[in-house]
Every structure is written in structure tokens, then in C-alpha cells.
Nanobody, 121 residues
Framework: QVHLVESGGGLVQAGGSLRLSCAAS????????MGWYRQAPGKQRELVAT???????TYADSVKGRFTISRDNAKNTVELQMNSLKPEDTDVYYC???????????????WGQGTQLTVSS
């Protein structure tokens, strides 16, 4: 079993900054992509940013230039630095990791429990 634990959410004013962190633990042989997704009530979960084990990144158009994703492969952690926050960034943010638990196992996606970000105007 693999567990992802997020931290760093909270309340921030528009224009402010916040950093989200996520640590993966458990039965981990390797992690391919790690990423952050967000979801508002009644809406589908959407991609915010992803990063491969090699450091290649992708971002949603809505966060490009404002958010930066990074990871520490040795510690199995991923972070999301969020700057110039807007009220429309308010959502529950979820960490995700594509994990292989052994050299022979399939790749499975695990999710964190989610952390609330609220940006006030």
C-alpha cells in the first residue's frame, strides 16, 4: 500500500503565495509521474501540474507562469509553489503519484486526501 500525505493548504489573499507539499510512503519501488490536481464541488478533477522522474513538467494554461512544481526523487516528495494566487484558484488540491511497488508490478496511481486552498479577494 502507498500513502500520499499533503500539507500546506489554507487561506490566502489574492496576489499572495503558498506552497503545497506531498510525501509518498509505503511500498514504493519507483515513482514515475507525480502531480497536483484540483477539484471544485460538482466539477471534475482537473490537472494543475505534473512532473516526471526526469524533471519534465506540464502545467495547466491557467497556472502557467504562476505555479511551479518540483520533486525530490530521493525523498518521494513533490511540491507546488503557487504565486500570484487568484480567487479562481480556490479548490481542493490533490497530490497524485504513479507508483510501481516492485520491478514486476503494474503502475498504479495513488491519490492524497486533498488539501483546501481558499484565495480571498
Amino acid at each position: 500500500q502507498v500513502h500520499l500525505v499533503e500539507s500546506g493548504g489554507g487561506l490566502v489573499q489574492a496576489g499572495g503565495s503558498l506552497r503545497l507539499s506531498c510525501a509518498a510512503s509505503g511500498s514504493i519501488f519507483s515513482i514515475n509521474a507525480m502531480g497536483w490536481y484540483r477539484q471544485a464541488p460538482g466539477k471534475q478533477r482537473e490537472l494543475v501540474a505534473t512532473i516526471t522522474s526526469g524533471g519534465d513538467t506540464t502545467y495547466a494554461d491557467s497556472v502557467k507562469g504562476r505555479f511551479t512544481i518540483s520533486r525530490d526523487n530521493a525523498k518521494n516528495t513533490v511540491e507546488l509553489q503557487m504565486n500570484s494566487l487568484k480567487p479562481e484558484d480556490t479548490d481542493v488540491y490533490y497530490c497524485a503519484a504513479d507508483v510501481r511497488s516492485s520491478p514486476w508490478s503494474v503502475l498504479l496511481r495513488y491519490w492524497g486526501q486533498g488539501t483546501q486552498l481558499t484565495v480571498s479577494s
